[in-house]
């Protein structure tokens, strides 16, 4: 329940037939804040509870949403599924990739509707560039490119203490193996270490990278090189992962897929760009994109400016979320804008991304079985080691 748990909160809860009866953090002061905040908005306070294994025994409640850490976001979401409960899950849907494909297993099994968190799949606007990418306006696609300028600040140094009496590090740390509590973990830097987070490519890269995946299409599946490069410049601190990378992905058939991560002292819009054998699409965060045909410097007229859809993502939202729950009523996994699988393969790039990096060097993959064949150093880092206490089971 922290700042993007307390939005999810509220946006579900104005929804038509839709009450939110718990919240759910290990940290004492998050879960009563915003259950105190809802009683304020509603009339009706949730129930705070401390472990989400609570929540998944719950009879009467239908559907979980995890917008915890990244560490935490598959073995829940695999938990709900078990308790026969429906589950959004928050980007990126998995810490690593063998877990992944464990929650797409999951939602097959226990056939529950299982969604991830990318909003832009519900924007209007990205629904229009998209579709116009696969009416194929510009062609075949040969290449397509993302871009996050995002800086970040140094977190510094914060050396090993006890943690605070309102905060349940066991339960906090959960899947993670054991070690100390420090200051640099609680409550936003843990995104940055690799045993919690993904760095910023499995924070915000796990969004970019989607929009590409999504408009190469599914049928497209994951490449077969990758290639990573990048590094944490600007600063030394604690933090493990890159502040800044460039990533190369290539499919059998030559079609490159390429993503940069500028982390530091940027000024460079966040964009997206698809290049096809008719033309090259641009399109910016908001919504609106550019197309220029045949070679042309300058845009086609009247295509792609797009007003944009309310303010920050809290319509957006509302769409997702909207879709979710109208694909539990209607039993119908298949009108998911962000099906579980999608999801699963956009995620992927960002956990073979890390690895790349991480080993330093270039990386085969096969997308059939989602390992690197005869690589085991590679392939060791397809999962993770789980604390005992909360260890995921070998198959769904």
């Known amino acids: 329940m922290g700042g993007r748990g307390g939005s999810v909160m509220k946006t579900v809860a104005a929804l038509d037939r839709v009450e939110v009866v718990k919240v759910c953090d290990p940290d004492r002061n998050r879960r009563e804040k915003w259950a105190a905040e809802l009683e304020a908005l509603t009339g009706k306070r949730p129930a705070p509870e401390v472990d989400l294994r609570r929540i998944m025994d719950d009879p009467e409640i239908d559907a979980v949403i995890m917008t915890c850490c990244n560490h935490w976001h598959a073995p829940a979401g695999i938990l709900a599924c078990q308790a026969g409960k429906h589950a959004y899950v928050e980007k990126p849907i998995s810490h690593n990739l063998k877990e992944g494909r464990m929650l797409v297993q999951a939602a097959r099994r226990y056939q529950r509707v299982v969604m991830g968190g990318t909003q832009r799949r519900s924007h209007p606007n990205f629904r229009k560039a998209i579709g116009m990418i696969h009416e194929g306006i510009i062609g075949d696609i040969y290449m397509a490119r993302w871009l996050l300028c995002g800086p970040r600040a140094s977190i510094g140094f914060k050396k090993p203490t006890a943690p605070p009496d309102s905060l349940d590090w066991n339960l906090w740390r959960g899947p993670a193996v054991e070690q100390p509590y420090h200051e640099n973990l609680v409550h936003y830097n843990w995104h940055w270490f690799w045993d919690f987070g993904g760095g910023e490519m499995g924070n915000n890269g796990s969004h970019l990278v989607d929009i590409c995946h999504w408009g190469l299409g599914r049928s497209k599946g994951l490449p077969t090189r990758i290639d990573v490069v990048g590094g944490r410049f600007g600063y030394r601190d604690q933090a493990?992962?890159?502040?800044?990378?460039?990533?190369?992905?290539?499919?059998?058939?030559?079609?490159?897929?390429?993503?940069?991560?500028?982390?530091?002292?940027?000024?460079?819009?966040?964009?997206?760009?698809?290049?096809?054998?008719?033309?090259?699409?641009?399109?910016?965060?908001?919504?609106?994109?550019?197309?220029?045909?045949?070679?042309?410097?300058?845009?086609?007229?009247?295509?792609?400016?797009?007003?944009?859809?309310?303010?920050?993502?809290?319509?957006?939202?509302?769409?997702?979320?909207?879709?979710?729950f109208q694909a539990i009523r209607e039993q119908r996994p298949d009108i998911l804008n962000a099906e579980i699988e999608d999801i699963h393969l956009s995620n992927a790039f960002c956990h073979l991304d890390n690895i790349s990096y991480r080993l330093g060097r270039e990386l085969r993959f096969d997308p059939e079985t989602e390992t690197f064949p005869g690589d085991k150093e590679a392939n060791q880092l397809l999962t993770r080691q789980y604390h005992p206490e909360f260890q995921l089971p070998e198959q769904v």
Not at 256 to 274: K, N
Not at 289 to 307: D, M, R, T, V, Y
Request: avoid cysteine; proline fraction near 8%.
């Open 240 to 324: 493990q992962t890159p502040n800044t990378l460039t990533a190369t992905h290539q499919y059998p058939d030559g079609t490159l897929l390429v993503g940069e991560i500028r982390g530091h002292h940027t000024g460079e819009p966040t964009s997206w760009h698809f290049y096809g054998t008719k033309g090259h699409m641009r399109i910016l965060t908001g919504g609106s994109f550019e197309i220029f045909l045949e070679g042309s410097k300058k845009p086609e007229p009247g295509i792609g400016n797009l007003p944009p859809v309310g303010k920050g993502f809290k319509k957006i939202d509302r769409l997702q979320f909207s879709n979710f």
